[in-house]
C-alpha cells in the first residue's frame, strides 16, 4: 500500500511486528514530555473520573469516582483522558507514533481509548496477562500479513530497569496462538515464554490486540507510569464512549475528529464499514488524495453494498 507521505516502519519493525506481536519505539517522548504527562498523570489522580469499579461492577468495567488513591506511586487506572487536557488530544495522532499505526492498520481506523495506568510499588500485585478488547476479541487472532483489529501504544513516563518492576510483559509471537484460559495453563507474567520487557522514561510500545500481555509485579519502591492509547479499525465499537464524543470535537483537528468517529454527515447504514470518499485525504492529512479502497471503478448509482 502506499503510504502517502507518511512514515512507514523500517524492514526490521515490520518483521517484529509479524513475528513477534510487537514493537518497540525508543525515545518517542521527549523527556520535556515525559516530565509534562507524568505531572499531568499525578493531577488526574486527585480529579474526578473513571477508574476500575471494585465490586459495583463487573470485571472490565469501570465506575465513575471521586479521585482515585492520593497516594502518587500507588495504583491508578484511569479511563478517557481526552477531557483533562489539550496535550491528551494531540497525543492521539502525534506523527512519529501514528505514522506506524497507520502503516500497520490502514487508513480506516479509529481512535478507541486513552488510558493512565500506575501500577503501584510494592503493593503486593502479582500481574497477570491477558489478550486486549474482552472475550470476543480473544476468539480473533491474526495473521503475519493481515492487519490486526486494534492495536495499542504505550508509553512509559518512568524508567523499567529490572525484572519484576512493573514490567510490560509479553509472549512474543502469541498474537496468532489461542490464549489458554482454564486453569494452571493460563499465562501469567512468570511462565514460560513470557518476556518481561525493560525500557526508559519516552520508550513506547506496539502492540496487537491478540498479543499475551499485562503487568509483571512492582517490587520496586516506585509507581511504574504509563499512558495507554488504543486503535482499532472502524468497523469495531470504541471502547471510551456510547457515541461520538461531541464535547471534544470542537478542540479536535478534522483528522482528530475522524478518528473519533465523527464522519461529517448523521448517521446513515454503511457508515463505519464503508468509510467516506475522504477518508484517505482526511488521514494522510492530504486533499488531493482520493480513496484508493473505496469504490472500485467509481461511485455509481447501481452499485450495491457489499454487506
Ligand atoms: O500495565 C501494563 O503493563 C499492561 C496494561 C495492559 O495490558 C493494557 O492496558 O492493555
Ligand atoms: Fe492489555
Redesign the pocket.
Known sequence: MTNHGMAQLTDLQREQWSVDGYITIEGALSPEEVEFFSGEVDRIRMLPGWEPGRGEVPRGHYAWVDHANPEPESFMDRRDLLPYHQAFIDLIDRPNVFDLIVDIMGPDLQFSMS?A?V?GGKDGFPGYT?T?GGPGQRRVRVTETSAPIAL?V?YLLTDVDGPDS????VYPGSHMRSFPIDGDRIPHPHGPGAVQLTGKAGDAYLFSHSLW????PNNTDNG?K?I?Y?YSQMFVRWYDYGGVPGEILSKCTPRQKRLLGDLGHDFRPGDYFYVPEDQEAVIYQNPEIGNSAFFPGGVTSSWSADT
Open positions: 488510558q495506568i501500577r491477558h486486549d495499542k504505550m512493573g514490567n510490560f510483559t500481555h499485562g503487568p509483571a511504574r504509563t495507554l488504543n
